[in-house]
């Protein structure tokens, strides 16, 4: 899906629901949003912070989370360049226990696939460099993880947390993600 597609897919998403995001944007987990540093990049639509406070709305959440997913990778191998800027939001509101199942568990699966996808790349690994590209081409993957390692109490918390259902992250996202926050 190219950027304009997916630019368009949230304007529509925005205009047909005007009222959804109002109640979340004043929630905690979203505190400094609109104060981030978020890409100015023709990568992916430049309103995921407007798509963020839709998550925390039961009508709209599953959509808004379909949409962000789109926004925050570039393809099923990389993420976006607006990913880094919002691995701290993405951790705050799944660690919300209020938050509609279908939408956490969404989030912290996209938040696993984030950190497997930022993961270095063996140079000298012609299969993955073909796959994903040296780590010099997508500086990306080294601001998402300093994102995770900037903000590893909130990812130790959450998964430390019992509120989340049983089984909804494997022994490799769990250990992808505390490397990722350098957790042991």
């Given at each position: 899906?190219?950027?304009?597609?997916?630019?368009?897919?949230?304007?529509?998403?925005?205009?047909?629901?005007?009222?959804?995001?109002?109640?979340?944007?004043?929630?905690?987990?979203?505190?400094?949003?609109?104060?981030?540093?978020?890409?100015?990049?023709?990568?992916?639509?430049?309103?995921?912070?407007?798509?963020l406070?839709?998550?925390?709305?039961?009508?709209?959440?599953?959509?808004?989370?379909?949409?962000?997913?789109?926004?925050?990778?570039?393809?099923?191998?990389?993420?976006?360049?607006?990913?880094?800027?919002?691995?701290?939001?993405?951790?705050?509101?799944?660690?919300?226990?209020?938050?509609?199942?279908?939408?956490?568990?969404?989030?912290?699966?996209?938040?696993?696939?984030?950190?497997?996808?930022?993961e270095?790349?063996?140079?000298?690994?012609?299969?993955?460099?073909?796959?994903?590209?040296?780590?010099?081409?997508?500086?990306?993957?080294?601001?998402?993880?300093?994102a995770?390692?900037?903000?590893?109490?909130?990812?130790?918390?959450?998964?430390?947390?019992?509120?989340?259902?049983?089984g909804?992250?494997?022994a490799?996202?769990?250990?992808?993600?505390?490397?990722?926050?350098?957790?042991?």
């Amino acid at each position: 899906m190219d950027a304009a597609v997916k630019e368009a897919a949230v304007d529509r998403f925005l205009r047909d629901h005007p009222r959804a995001g109002l109640s979340g944007c004043d929630h905690p987990a979203l505190l400094g949003c609109a104060d981030a540093a978020w890409p100015q990049t023709s990568g992916g639509p430049s309103r995921i912070p407007a798509l963020l406070p839709y998550l925390l709305d039961e009508a709209t959440g599953t959509e808004a989370l379909r949409l962000l997913d789109n926004a925050l990778l570039e393809d099923v191998f990389h993420v976006s360049a607006a990913m880094p800027a919002a691995v701290p939001f993405l951790l705050r509101l799944a660690a919300d226990p209020h938050l509609a199942i279908a939408v956490r568990t969404g989030l912290v699966d996209l938040l696993a696939l984030a950190a497997h996808l930022s993961e270095p790349v063996d140079a000298d690994d012609e299969r993955s460099v073909l796959m994903l590209g040296l780590d010099d081409d997508h500086p990306e993957r080294e601001r998402c993880r300093a994102a995770f390692l900037a903000h590893a109490p909130a990812l130790a918390g959450l998964l430390d947390d019992e509120t989340l259902p049983d089984g909804l992250l494997s022994a490799e996202d769990r250990e992808c993600l505390r490397t990722a926050g350098a957790l042991r």
